[in-house]
């Protein structure tokens, strides 16, 4: 039972527009909750975050909105480069502190 | 600046055979994870510690057994490998302060169990 869903598990993109990447939860006990992003052969690392007490965060050319009542989060890239192309998880933060990852959304922005 | 550090980058190994994952972070976090990363699965705790001396089951524990040394140093031991623990296992860290929900993941090591 996956607590935290990325349906899609590969979006394409052309450079310059925007990159969406969808992510929902079933625990409205969530507190918080982050993206990572992953190139091939290395480890996640953090990129945005948002407090569950807030619907909007941004950070240059990344914004995570966060809607509670839909138990659901989105990554909005824009303008997507190429650089972008990597795999992109959400993550949950339980109360304990653990955090719980969705599936993954692999980012290709084609020049 | 190392960050998370962890040995060896892969690993073959046949069923039955045993081996330790080192991890190792140079940030003065007091929490450390243990991860693997499996196609169509995301990323799943297998342990956690969050302070030196104290470790916990995540959610996929069974196989696998963890060791925290001191602040620093993780290490995740698999006594007896089986097929199905071939995966990509990522050791990641965190503080307690203000950035205590970012986590600080290592490279990973690449295991095949045969």
């Known amino acids: 039972d996956q607590q935290v869903k990325q349906n899609s598990p590969s979006l394409s993109v052309q450079e310059g527009r925007i990159s969406i990447l969808n992510c929902d939860y079933t625990?409205?006990?969530?507190?918080?909750f982050l993206w990572y992003k992953k190139y091939p052969a290395e480890g996640p690392t953090f990129l945005i975050s948002i407090s569950s007490i807030k619907d909007k965060n941004e950070d240059g050319r990344f914004t995570v909105f966060l809607n509670k009542s839909a138990k659901h989060l989105s990554l909005h890239i824009v303008p997507s480069q190429p650089g972008d192309s990597a795999v992109y998880f959400c993550?949950?933060?339980?109360?304990?502190?653990?955090?719980?990852f969705g599936q993954g959304t692999e980012l290709s922005v084609k020049p | 600046n190392a960050g998370v550090t962890q040995t060896p980058k892969f690993q073959v190994l046949k069923t039955g055979q045993s081996m330790t994952l080192q991890c190792a972070q140079d940030?003065?976090?007091?929490?450390m994870y243990w991860y693997r990363q499996d196609p169509g699965m995301g990323l799943r705790l297998i342990y956690y510690s969050a302070s030196e001396g104290t470790t916990d089951k995540g959610e996929v524990p069974n196989g696998y057994n963890v060791s925290r040394l001191n602040k620093r140093e993780f290490s995740l031991r698999l006594e007896s490998a089986a097929p199905s623990q071939t995966s990509v296992y990522f050791c990641a860290s965190s503080s307690d302060g203000v950035a205590k929900n970012i986590q600080y993941f290592g490279a990973g090591t690449r295991l095949s169990v045969l």
């Open positions: 625990n409205s006990m969530f507190d918080y």
């Open positions: 940030m003065n976090h007091n929490s």
């Open positions: 993550a949950a933060r339980e109360q304990g502190g653990k955090l719980i």
